[in-house]
């Protein structure tokens, strides 16, 4: 048989609330700390964020300043540094015109020297000069005729010296009573400090009839006065160089000959240290 099994608590109202309450309410409590910890982290986190943020952006404002003033600073070293290159140059350029007239007033020998030398030279020789030749050299000539630059020359052997320049050449024309005054006059301009010794040279010697002109009275029959007959004379021609030596290493000699303008234009640039001493 079936058993009719009812239950009627079911339709008591005050007992399904409770049923409802007790399936609703909850059974324990949910712990939070991770939570709380998670929270706390992403704060911290977007606060040191923050904060690094608000100081690389016042550093950055900071260098970008620096950076500012250190331009302004190059722009105006680099202004100052073209103005001492431009004062360089035009400092390099006075001093190379400077050693220009040094040079040119170094290698000036003035004729009124040279003249007072030669008078000397001839009056302790005996001779007479009748003429003087002076032949500059010529530059572009020199410079075109010049050979080319040898090679480097190999390690442990010693460069070869710039060539000499080329001095003024001298040919003296005269007249001697001998040979041997001639020869005296060559070995005088070999020792004198005016001229270079090694271009000093004879280029000719010959006899010839004096040509001093003598004047005398009418030839008288009654006293037999008649003109003299002269001694040829020896006619020579010397051609030599002037010496290479500067004007600064000449000094006593040119004082000695009454050069003074140009002795004290040379004691003036040494003084200034245009001229090395």
């Known amino acids: 048989m079936y058993n009719l099994d009812i239950n009627f608590l079911n339709d008591r109202p005050d007992l399904l609330e409770r049923e409802v309450r007790r399936q609703v309410s909850p059974t324990q409590n949910i712990d939070q700390t991770p939570i709380l910890i998670g929270l706390g982290a992403a704060l911290a986190l977007n606060a ?11 550093q950055n404002a900071d260098l970008t300043k620096e950076r500012d003033v250190l331009v302004a600073t190059l722009g105006q070293k680099t202004a100052d540094v073209q103005v001492l290159d431009k004062i360089n140059a035009e400092t390099d350029q006075a001093n190379k015109e400077a050693d220009a007239l040094a040079t040119v007033f170094n290698q000036i020998k003035p004729w009124s020297a040279l003249t007072l030398e030669l008078g000397e030279l001839m009056q302790v020789a ?3 000069i009748i003429d003087i030749k002076q032949t500059e050299p010529v ?3 020199t410079a075109a005729a010049a050979p080319p630059p040898s090679p ?18 001298l040919e003296i024309s005269g007249l001697a009573n001998s040979f041997t005054q001639i020869n005296d006059f060559v070995l005088l301009l070999n020792q004198s400090p005016f001229f270079n010794g090694e271009k000093t040279k004879l280029i000719s010697a ?6 001093t002109q003598l004047v005398s009275k009418s030839v008288n029959a009654d006293t037999g006065t ?4 002269l001694q040829p004379v020896v006619k020579y021609t010397i051609e030599t160089n002037l010496s290479r030596a500067t004007a600064s290493e000449l000094l006593p000699e040119l004082q ?10 040379i004691k003036t640039l040494e003084e200034k240290g245009v001229i090395k001493q």
Request: glycine share 10%.
């Open 48 to 58: 040191i964020v923050g904060g690094a943020w608000f100081i690389f952006n016042r």
């Open 126 to 128: 005996g001779v007479r």
């Open 139 to 141: 530059a572009t000539a």
């Open 152 to 169: 480097t020359p190999a390690e442990g052997q010693a460069a070869a010296p710039p060539p000499e320049p080329e001095t003024a050449k």
């Open 206 to 211: 010959k006899l010839e009839d004096n040509p």
């Open 226 to 229: 008649v003109k003299p007959q």
């Open 256 to 265: 000695k000959n009454g050069a003074l303008g140009l002795v004290n234009r």
